[in-house]
C-alpha cells in the first residue's frame, strides 16, 4: 500500500514548482528592489502614492457594494427556489447557475453591449451593475445549497412554539444558512476585489479598480512594486477568508451543478 | 398572492441575468457593425466566421484556444488521476500537505495566480509564450481532476488491485486494468472541467502569453474591445461558445448525476 503513495511524488513537485515557490516569489519580489537589495520601499511607496490609496480604498469600497447588493438580491432568490415548485424541477435553479460557466469578458461585453442597446451611460453605475449580473449567481449557489439542505422541522418546530413568520427568518433560517453565507460572500467578494478587465471593458477605462493598478505595474515592467501591490490584496483575501470562514466549499461538495 | 411575488421575482432576475446574452445571440443574426442597430436577419456573420473570412488572428486565437485546451486537459488529467491514486494512499501529515496545496489554485484569485506564475517565468528566465501558458493552465486544471477523482477512489474496494497483484499483475497493468475502469467516471469529469476552465481562462492566460503575439480567444476579445468596439463577428462567436458551453454543462451535470447514483447504490 504504501509504496502507490509515491505516485503523489510528481505532482506533489509539480505543485511546488508551479503552485508554492511562485507564491513564495511574490512575497520575495515585495520585499526587494531591481537589485534584489532586501527593501520596504515599494511598501513605502504604496503608502505615500495618493492615487494608489484611493484606487485601493475605492476597490474595497465596489468589492462591499457589490457584495452587499449580490446578498440582498440573492438570499431571497436563493429562498424561493429551496422553498417552491421550481425546486422539484432543478430547471429554474440550473438556469441561475448557467451564468457561472460562461466566461467572464463574454458575460461582461455582453453587458456593455446591453447598456449600449438601452442607450445608458457607461459609468460607476454600470460598473456596479455590472459586477453583480457577473457574481449573483456565486452568491445564490451556495446559499441555495444550504438551505436546501436544511432540515425543514426546524422551522416548523419554531412555528408550533409561536414564533411569528418574521421570528422564524431572522432566528432560524438566517443563523442555519450562514454557512452558506459566508461562502457566497467569498465567493462574490474575491474576484470583485482581484477583478480588472471588467471594470476597464464596464466603464470604458472612465474607473480605475486596484486589480488594474497592479497589472498595468506588472505590464510596464515595476514587478516588484507589483509584487508588493499583490501581497497587499492576497493579505486583504487571506483576513476576509478567515473572518467568513468557509466552512462548506460549494465546489468541493462534488456532487455536481445542482 | 404572496407565492405570485416571488415568481415574479425569479423570472425578474432571470431575465436580467439572461438579457444580455440574448442580445448578443439576437443580433449575431444581423450585419450592423454597431450592436443595437438591426439591419435585417442575415446568417452572414456565421458563413464569415467558419469560412475563413475573419482575419488571421482571430483564426489563430481560436487554434490557440482549442490546442492549449485539448493538450493541458490531457496533461492535467494523467497527472492527476496518478496523483489521486498516490494521494488516496496517503496518511497523516503528508496528505494533508499535499491537499492543502492542491486546494490553493482553486482558491487563489485568477490575477494572483496570474502574477506569481508571471513572477516565477520572469525569475527563472523562461521566454513566456505557448509552454508557460500551457505549464500555467495544467498547474490549475490539474486540482480539479484530483478533486473529482478522489471520491470514486473512495467508493472502490481496495481489495482488488491487491488481487490483481497477486495474481501476477505488475503495478502498471492492475493500475490499468483494475483501477483505471473503477474510477472512469471521474477521469472523463475531470478531463471535461479541465477543459471548460482552460477555453474559459483569462487572467492567468493574459500574464503567462509573454510578448510574441500569442493569443488565446479570451485575451484577443480583451484586446479587440479595449480598442473600441467588438469585431461583428465575435457576436455569433460568443453565440457558438455559449451553446458549446451549455452543451458540456448538461454532459457535466448527466456524469456527475449518474455518479451520485452508483454512490447512493453502493452505501
Not at chain 1, 511546488?16 to 511562485?22: D, E, K, S
Request: glycine share 6%.
Amino acid at each position: 500500500m504504501n509504496k502507490r503513495s509515491s505516485w503523489a511524488l510528481p505532482y506533489f513537485i509539480f505543485l511546488l514548482i508551479f503552485v508554492a515557490l511562485p507564491l513564495v516569489l511574490i512575497a520575495i519580489y515585495a520585499f526587494t528592489d531591481a537589485d534584489g537589495g532586501f527593501t520596504f520601499a515599494n511598501f513605502v511607496r504604496f503608502a505615500q502614492e495618493e492615487e494608489t490609496i484611493n484606487t485601493f480604498v475605492y476597490s474595497i469600497e465596489i468589492a462591499l457594494i457589490t457584495t452587499a447588493l449580490c446578498l440582498l438580491l440573492g438570499y431571497p432568490a436563493a429562498w424561493i427556489l429551496s422553498n417552491s415548485e421550481f425546486n422539484r424541477s432543478k430547471v429554474v435553479v440550473m438556469l441561475f447557475i448557467l451564468p457561472m460557466w460562461i466566461n467572464m469578458l463574454i458575460r461582461t461585453l455582453a453587458t456593455v453591449a446591453l447598456f449600449d442597446f438601452l442607450r445608458l451611460p457607461q459609468a460607476q453605475g454600470a460598473l456596479i451593475f455590472g459586477m453583480v449580473y457577473n457574481f449573483l449567481p456565486f452568491m445564490i449557489y451556495p446559499i441555495y445549497n444550504t438551505l436546501n439542505k436544511m432540515d425543514k422541522s426546524y422551522s416548523e418546530a419554531a412555528q408550533d412554539l409561536g414564533a411569528n413568520p418574521v421570528q422564524v427568518f431572522t432566528k432560524v433560517t438566517v443563523p442555519l444558512s450562514m454557512p452558506g453565507i459566508s461562502s457566497g460572500v467569498m465567493m462574490v467578494f474575491m474576484p470583485t476585489i482581484s477583478t480588472f478587465a471588467v471594470a476597464e471593458l464596464l466603464t470604458m477605462n472612465k474607473v480605475k479598480l486596484f486589480g488594474t493598478t497592479i497589472q498595468e505595474n506588472i505590464n510596464n515592467g515595476m514587478w516588484n512594486y507589483g509584487a508588493a501591490l499583490a501581497l497587499i490584496m492576497l493579505i486583504i483575501i487571506a483576513i476576509t477568508s478567515l473572518y467568513t470562514d468557509e466552512k462548506e466549499n460549494a465546489e468541493s461538495s462534488g456532487g455536481g451543478l445542482i | 398572492m404572496k407565492k405570485f411575488f416571488a415568481k415574479a421575482y425569479i423570472w425578474l432576475l432571470l431575465t436580467l441575468l439572461y438579457a444580455p446574452i440574448l442580445i448578443i445571440l439576437i443580433f449575431s443574426f444581423t450585419e450592423a457593425k454597431v450592436l443595437g442597430n438591426w439591419t435585417g436577419f442575415t446568417f452572414n456573420l456565421y458563413t464569415s466566421l467558419f469560412s475563413g473570412g475573419v482575419s488571421n488572428s482571430l483564426i489563430k486565437a481560436i487554434e490557440n484556444t482549442l490546442t492549449i485546451g485539448i493538450i493541458a486537459s490531457i496533461f492535467s488529467t494523467i497527472l492527476g488521476t496518478v496523483a489521486a491514486v498516490g494521494i488516496y494512499n496517503m496518511r497523516g501529515f503528508r496528505k494533508k500537505t499535499i491537499l492543502l496545496l492542491n486546494d490553493i489554485p482553486m482558491l487563489n484569485p485568477d490575477i494572483i495566480t496570474g502574477i506569481s506564475l508571471f513572477i516565477l517565468f520572469i525569475a527563472v528566465g523562461i521566454t513566456q509564450g505557448y509552454v508557460t501558458v500551457l505549464l500555467a493552465h495544467i498547474s490549475f486544471c490539474t486540482p480539479y481532476v484530483v478533486l473529482s477523482i478522489m471520491p470514486k477512489l473512495k467508493q472502490m474496494n481496495p481489495n482488488t488491485y491487491e488481487a490483481a497483484l497477486d495474481l501476477g499483475a505488475t503495478p502498471f497493468q492492475a493500475f490499468r486494468k483494475v483501477i483505471v475502469p473503477q474510477i472512469r467516471p471521474g477521469i472523463v469529469l475531470g478531463f471535461i472541467l479541465s477543459f471548460t476552465l482552460s477555453i474559459d481562462d483569462f487572467a492567468v492566460t493574459l500574464f503567462t502569453k509573454g510578448n510574441q503575439g500569442l493569443d488565446t480567444l479570451s485575451t484577443f476579445i480583451y484586446a479587440d474591445a479595449r480598442k473600441g468596439g467588438l469585431t461583428p463577428e465575435l457576436r455569433p462567436l460568443m453565440s457558438v461558445i455559449f451553446i458549446v458551453v451549455l452543451a458540456l454543462l448538461v454532459v457535466i451535470n448527466l456524469i456527475s448525476k449518474r455518479n451520485e447514483k452508483t454512490i447512493g447504490h453502493n452505501s
